[in-house]
């Protein structure tokens, strides 16, 4: 059900540092360092998303992000005209989001509460 989720941080290098010495001991590394957002996940993981599972971002720590496995393209793009029917707002409409891996197909809405819901398939 649940593919990655991020939480905000006041300092993003001192909590990047924190959970990297924290995590190591149950097996978890730095996926990816954008400066202002960085991601764990499991060393040599097979499977799932390359950029893990786990995201800081820099910002007021009161938003939380989830992101919620698809099986399909289809999959996606239905739940972005689902959620957009039940009241939520886009984000992000579906499509490829390269910079995150080249089959990172997804959509972002923002829900009745202002959380940032998102839909993702990493298959092609």
């Given at each position: 059900?649940?593919?990655?989720?991020?939480?905000?941080v006041?300092?993003?290098?001192?909590?990047?540092?924190?959970?990297?010495?924290?995590?190591?001991?149950?097996?978890n590394?730095?996926?990816?360092?954008?400066?202002?957002?960085?991601?764990?996940?499991?060393?040599?993981?097979?499977?799932?998303?390359?950029?893990?599972?786990?995201?800081?971002?820099?910002?007021?720590?009161?938003?939380i992000?989830?992101?919620?496995?698809?099986?399909?393209?289809?999959?996606?793009?239905?739940?972005?005209?689902?959620?957009?029917?039940?009241?939520?707002?886009?984000?992000?409409?579906?499509?490829?989001?390269?910079?995150?891996?080249?089959?990172?197909?997804?959509?972002?809405?923002?829900?009745?509460?202002?959380?940032?819901?998102?839909?993702?398939?990493?298959?092609?």
């Amino acid at each position: 059900m649940m593919d990655h989720f991020s939480i905000h941080v006041w300092e993003i290098e001192k909590s990047k540092q924190f959970c990297t010495e924290a995590l190591m001991p149950l097996g978890n590394e730095i996926k990816m360092d954008f400066g202002t957002a960085v991601s764990f996940g499991k060393k040599n993981s097979n499977g799932g998303d390359p950029a893990g599972s786990f995201w800081l971002t820099e910002g007021e720590p009161k938003h939380i992000h989830f992101a919620f496995s698809a099986s399909s393209r289809e999959e996606v793009d239905a739940f972005y005209l689902a959620a957009i029917q039940a009241g939520g707002i886009s984000n992000g409409t579906p499509g490829i989001r390269s910079d995150y891996h080249e089959n990172y197909y997804a959509t972002f809405i923002i829900d009745l509460d202002g959380y940032n819901i998102e839909a993702v398939y990493h298959g092609q």
